[in-house]
């Protein structure tokens, strides 16, 4: 069976540091691979996607970025985080085709400072 | 522009049924999905209705009008862990999700 797992649950981080959220699907190959972030009472809103190793899709131009060095790892990186970063930070992934559910990983909540 | 609307919050009684609605515009359409999320959890995947109609998937089911924008999921025989928000999602024509922002259900006895 498939399962994602993202680290770390939680962070506290000062402003102006470095972040990198990891997160790693096993059970299936080629997925998509995704990034969302959650404010409190907002719904997600989709940082980046993924539809292949090296390929990296951005929705929202921030201070943050993401990279795909294999298959099935996504990782969500800062060089200088911003109190506005601070938020629940959800990895997923997607079958290609057909297109369907979304499979979330267990989430990580950044408190920036 | 793409858009969700789904009710902030609701209330219920334990052992009741309540109806969650949900209208969306998106750019094309490719189904319509339901997620439970519990605080402080990640969203868990709930139904798919991709046609016209009514999914029944034990005390959860889900309806959707393509020509309205137009869905609801309705949870019977409410139990006290049903609490939780309720997200409404749209799959566009680029097969992205677009996000409500949730309902949060709350569940009294």
């Known amino acids: 069976s498939q399962t994602i797992h993202q680290w770390p649950a939680t962070l506290v981080q000062p402003v102006g540091s470095p972040l990198s959220l990891e997160c790693t699907v096993e059970?299936?190959?080629?997925?998509?691979l995704y990034w969302y972030r959650q404010a409190a009472g907002r719904g997600l809103q989709l940082l980046f996607y993924s539809v292949g190793i090296g390929q990296i899709s951005s929705e929202v131009p921030q201070n943050l970025s993401a990279s795909r060095p294999q298959d099935r790892q996504f990782i969500l990186s800062s060089k200088k985080l911003l109190l506005s970063d601070s938020g629940f930070y959800l990895c997923?992934?997607?079958?290609?085709?057909?297109?369907?559910?979304?499979?979330f990983g267990e989430g990580s909540r950044l408190t920036v400072l | 522009g793409q858009n969700i609307d789904q009710p902030t919050e609701m209330t219920a009684t334990e052992g009741a049924i309540v109806q969650i609605n949900c209208t969306y515009q998106?750019?094309?359409?490719?189904?319509l999905f339901w997620y439970q999320q519990h605080a402080g959890e990640a969203p868990t995947f709930l139904s798919y209705n991709v046609l016209d109609g009514l999914e029944e998937k034990g005390r959860f089911s889900s309806f959707l009008s393509r020509s309205k924008g137009y869905s609801y999921l309705l949870l019977k025989e409410l139990q006290m862990k049903d609490s939780a928000s309720y997200l409404c999602?749209?799959?566009?024509?680029?097969?992205?999700?677009?996000w409500g922002a949730g309902t949060k259900l709350i569940i009294k006895p």
């Open positions: 059970g299936t190959s080629n997925p998509n």
């Open positions: 998106t750019s094309g359409f490719n189904g």
């Open positions: 997923a992934w997607g079958a290609q085709e057909p297109y369907g559910e979304l499979f």
């Open positions: 999602a749209s799959m566009d024509s680029n097969y992205q999700l677009i």
